[in-house]
Structures are given as C-alpha cells and as structure tokens.
C-alpha cells in the first residue's frame, strides 16, 4: 500500500488536512473490484502498546473525516473523544468526494473521472476498506466504534462485517437497522432534483474543452441548481418545524434578494423606474429565488411595459424588492454552501448506499471468517393472485424479514443507542427497535428541538452519554493516559483553551454547527 499526505486529484479533497492510502486492489459487494483505491483518513491521539484503544468515528452522508469539523466538541482532553486516552480514526466512506474513491477519482482504466460510471457501494464495504487502514496502522481491536446517521449504519455494520470480537462496543445515533421507505422516497426525491437540472447531463456535466479543442474535467461545472434543490430539501427532513418556527418564524430578509442568479441579472437590466408597470413587479415577486443561466433580468414583456397606461404605472415602486422571508433565506444560502463543497454525483451514489442499508442482508465476502458472511439470505417470492393472498403474504415477508433482522442484530456488542426526541428522519422508533434486539443496550433518547440534526448540535449531552458509556464498558482505558495533558496542551496549542464549553465557536463546514444565525 502506499501513502500519502493530504494528496488528491479532486478539489474536494483539498478541503481537508489528511492521509490518503492507496489500495492495490479491492472487491465491491457488487463483485466489481476497484484498482488503485484512494482511502482518505485522520488520526487522534496514539495507539497502545496492545493496540486495542482505537475509537472508530463514522461520519454522516455529507461530512468527511475531519471529527474536528462537524463533531468538534467531543474531541479533546476528558472529552467523549479523548485522543490522550484513545486513538482516534476516521475515514472517508466510498463515494464520497473529499479523498476515498469516488465519482471525481480518477478511473485507472480510462484516465478518466469515473463521473456517473462510479460503482455502487454499501456501507459493508466501507467497514471492510476501512478495516484494512486500522491493520495497516497497528489497531488489533476497536474499543468503539461511534457513529450517527449513515455513520450509524456504518457502525451497525462494523462488528458484524470484520473478524468477530474485533469491535468491542458500538453507540449508533439517530439510525436504523434498515433504510426505510420514507428515508428512501426523500433520498428520490433529491436525486429527481439533480436529474431535473440541464445542466446534469447524465452525470458528464464535469467535461468540457479547452481553449486547444481538448476534453478536460472542471468539478466546480456542475448542476448545481439542481444540487442546492436536492440540498434543500434534505435539510428540512434533517431539521424539525419547531426548530424552523422558533429560528425564523415569518421574519423577513429583504437584503437576500442580491445573492441569486435571477436577482442579479434583473438589477442589471433593470428597466427605468418610471417604465415599471405592476406586470413587471408581478414577474419579479413571481421568479424570485429561480436560479437561471439564461435569465436576462427582463421580462418577455419588458419591450412593452413602457406602454401600459398610466394608472399601472408604479413610479414610486421601480425598485421595489419581493419579500423575502428569513426560512427562504436560510435554504437558499444553505443550497448555494452545499454546492461549493460537494459533488452531484457523489449526492447520488450516497443516497442509493443508504437506499441499499439493510443488516439483515448477509455479505457476498468471506475473506474476514465475518458474521454478515454466514447470516442467512433473504428469500422473497411473490405469487400471489388476489389482495387478501397478498396482504397474507406481505404480512409474512414482513415477519421473515423481521426475524432475520433481530437475528443479526442479537451478533452486535454492548451498544449505547441514541435516538433524537425529534427526530422525523429516524425515528425513535427504530431506535427501540435497535435495543430491543441487540442483547446489551441501553437506548437514550435526547430531548432538543433540532430534529435529526440534534445528533450533530447536542454536544453536551452526546458527550456526557458517550463517555459515561465508555467508562463503564471499559474503564481499563482510563486509568492512564497514553499521552499527558502537557504533551497534548504543547502539540496542539490551538486547541489548549477551547475546552471550557460545548458552546459553538466556528461554524461547521461538513456538519451542521452555525455560530452565527443572527444574519436570518
């Protein structure tokens, strides 16, 4: 395997500090194998001398290896976290754009970006890629492996797709043991976004040529109307309406209205003040927020809208400005954040691994002896020839599933499941699913307003579960520390004073932490 620092061949990537390991070779549970494969991970702390202090850190559907980013508060001296007690590992999952192979990595076969041609992964093969780095680094067991969202699901997966008794314990938050069909309408929703946008393009959009006539690729050319749709509507399942209703409720943002396309085009071409007739304030209130390569900032009719009479004339109304309200500001500059730093494609392939989540579905690889290669499979038939056969044989397609589902849960470790009280993503009825079969669980559901996203904002109180969890399945970690406070303090002089609080101090850029919501 060779290795690298902080090297890639997409600008996503370059938004983190990290390492990045090449794999020769590596076989999708599609049976597709993949040459050269580019792993992107950080570390915390140090490995001890038995090499089973590893904590595993599986991050959501859009963030990245940097735990420091989006989860920030839980890392640090006495911290959930503690990279003087633990080391610490995080890697980037397949198919996402900052560093592990993905749609934006180069396809060695063709020299090419693999663009829309990326094979499909799960989070299956995340742990076995994964599982191959931690070798590499040392790591002879985990003593945790934490993780919320599709980060969850990867933590789900973990113990039962590595060599038995390799993971220790699990805390999966705000996850489920299977993707839903609710979860799976939202994630086609979204990519109906993307596909919607022209500028898509099959998933091509990247190519275009040079000055010379020669086909080059420009990542920062994509759909990203369609993008920042998708982008949307993903935050309002990731958020709750209290947490909207109290953050914005029907607030107004007039000075918004200059960072879309459309707005921008029509303060261009403005037509004169005293030719602005109640059809053109009509047409703008009726386009704002349309976000359009095409648009001129003129009506059809702005040729003729000089010629109306004078009582639809608003003279004193020309540079009138649509009300634009708080919530709609807030989505819009969330959309246009998303489509600097993420891919289409990328969007695409994650949602169709969360579709493709389910536990109970054994792995096609046996080279790890695991226990996801010997689960049963599922067997679904359908003959049936009226609605009450077919109901009968839902109902029990239901209960087989149902059944080979505890029965792969009942493999997990000791796990400390976290669910949000809010939450309309995962509900925390899957949650209680999670502890009713796994043998040893504890199930805490957190009070807070944020929905979904509670599992990237409730610092404290994830914090204060996750440690206490640790110390009482291990304490054996805590009675030393691998690294003194001095040592950390003088190695990472940034960080010395901002551990007083779980108070946001910078905004997040791969997770949900905003320090300042004054501007919505």
């Known amino acids: 395997m060779a290795s690298s620092?902080?090297?890639?061949?997409?600008?996503?990537?370059?938004?983190?500090?990290?390492?990045?390991?090449?794999?020769?070779?590596?076989?999708?549970?599609?049976?597709?194998?993949?040459?050269?494969?580019?792993?992107?991970?950080?570390?915390?702390?140090?490995?001890?001398?038995?090499?089973?202090?590893?904590?595993?850190?599986?991050?959501?559907?859009?963030?990245?290896?940097?735990?420091?980013?989006?989860?920030?508060?839980?890392?640090?001296?006495?911290?959930?976290?503690?990279?003087?007690?633990?080391?610490?590992?995080?890697?980037?999952?397949?198919g996402s754009p900052y560093g592990t192979v993905s749609s934006v990595t180069i396809n060695p076969e063709t020299g090419r970006p693999f663009g829309p041609e990326m094979p499909g992964s799960s989070p299956k093969d995340d742990v076995r890629l994964h599982y191959i780095i931690l070798k590499s680094l040392g790591v002879n067991s985990v003593a945790s492996v934490i993780g919320g969202s599709m980060g969850g699901m990867t933590c789900l997966e973990w113990p039962l797709n590595s060599p038995p008794g390799f993971v220790r314990s699990i805390v999966p938050l705000a996850t489920s043991a299977r993707h839903s069909a609710w979860c799976i309408s939202w994630g086609e929703a979204q990519r109906q976004s993307i596909y919607s946008d022209p500028d898509y393009k099959d998933g091509y959009y990247f190519e275009k040529q040079n000055e010379n006539g020669e086909m080059i690729n420009d990542f920062h050319q994509q759909p990203n109307r369609g993008l920042a749709a998708a982008r949307m509507a993903a935050l309002l399942t990731y958020r709750s309406r209290d947490s909207f209703e109290n953050r914005f409720g029907r607030r107004s943002d007039p000075s918004s209205l200059s960072d879309s396309d459309f707005a921008k085009a029509q303060q261009k071409n403005s037509v004169q003040k005293d030719n602005v007739t109640a059809r053109e304030i009509a047409w703008r209130e009726h386009n704002d927020g349309h976000r359009s390569n095409s648009s001129t900032g003129i009506s059809r009719r702005g040729s003729d809208s000089g010629k109306s009479s004078n009582d639809n004339k608003l003279n004193n109304e020309g540079d009138k400005q649509p009300k634009i309200f708080s919530a709609q500001s807030y989505l819009r500059y969330q959309g246009d954040k998303f489509t600097s730093r993420f891919?289409?494609?990328?969007?695409?392939?994650?949602?169709?691994?969360?579709?493709?989540?389910?536990?109970?579905?054994?792995?096609?690889?046996?080279?790890?002896?695991?226990?996801?290669?010997?689960?049963?499979?599922?067997?679904?038939?359908?003959?049936?020839?009226?609605?009450?056969?077919?109901?009968?044989?839902?109902?029990?397609?239901?209960?087989?599933?149902?059944?080979?589902?505890?029965?792969?849960?009942?493999?997990?470790?000791?796990?400390?499941?976290?669910?949000?009280?809010?939450?309309?993503?995962?509900?925390?009825?899957?949650?209680?699913?999670?502890?009713?079969?796994?043998?040893?669980?504890?199930?805490?559901?957190?009070?807070?307003?944020?929905?979904?996203?509670?599992?990237?904002?409730?610092?404290?109180?994830?914090?204060?579960?996750?440690?206490?969890?640790?110390?009482?399945?291990?304490?054996?970690?805590?009675?030393?520390?691998?690294?003194?406070?001095?040592?950390?303090?003088?190695?990472?002089?940034?960080?010395?004073?901002?551990?007083?609080?779980?108070?946001?101090?910078?905004?997040?850029?791969?997770?949900?932490?905003?320090?300042?919501?004054?501007?919505?």
């Not at 503690?82 to 999952?93: E, G, L, Y």
């Not at 389910?358 to 067997?379: F, V």
């Not at 044989?393 to 239901?398: A, G, Q, T, W």
């Not at 960080?495 to 919501?517: P, R, T, W």
Request: include cysteine.
């Open 343 to 520: 891919d289409a494609n990328c969007y695409i392939h994650i949602t169709r691994k969360l579709d493709n989540h389910d536990l109970s579905l054994p792995s096609k690889d046996s080279s790890l002896n695991s226990i996801s290669s010997k689960l049963q499979p599922q067997i679904i038939t359908t003959s049936t020839t009226n609605d009450q056969d077919f109901n009968s044989d839902n109902e029990e397609l239901e209960l087989d599933l149902e059944n080979l589902l505890s029965k792969a849960l009942s493999f997990e470790p000791p796990a400390l499941i976290i669910g949000i009280e809010s939450d309309g993503l995962f509900t925390t009825s899957e949650q209680k699913e999670l502890a009713k079969f796994i043998p040893d669980a504890e199930l805490i559901v957190i009070p807070s307003l944020d929905g979904h996203d509670g599992f990237l904002l409730e610092f404290e109180a994830i914090n204060g579960w996750i440690d206490g969890f640790l110390k009482r399945k291990m304490p054996e970690f805590f009675k030393n520390r691998i690294i003194s406070i001095d040592q950390y303090n003088n190695n990472n002089n940034k960080n010395k004073n901002n551990q007083n609080g779980f108070e946001i101090k910078k905004e997040s850029v791969f997770g949900e932490a905003e320090a300042d919501v004054t501007r919505w």
């Open 5 to 94: 620092s902080s090297s890639s061949n997409n600008p996503f990537a370059g938004l983190i500090s990290q390492n990045t390991t090449i794999i020769p070779s590596f076989t999708l549970e599609s049976g597709v194998t993949l040459q050269d494969v580019p792993v992107a991970y950080k570390t915390w702390g140090k490995l001890n001398e038995n090499g089973d202090n590893c904590l595993v850190i599986c991050h959501a559907l859009t963030g990245s290896a940097d735990v420091e980013d989006w989860w920030g508060p839980l890392l640090g001296p006495d911290r959930a976290f503690d990279p003087t007690r633990f080391f610490i590992f995080c890697a980037n999952v397949i």
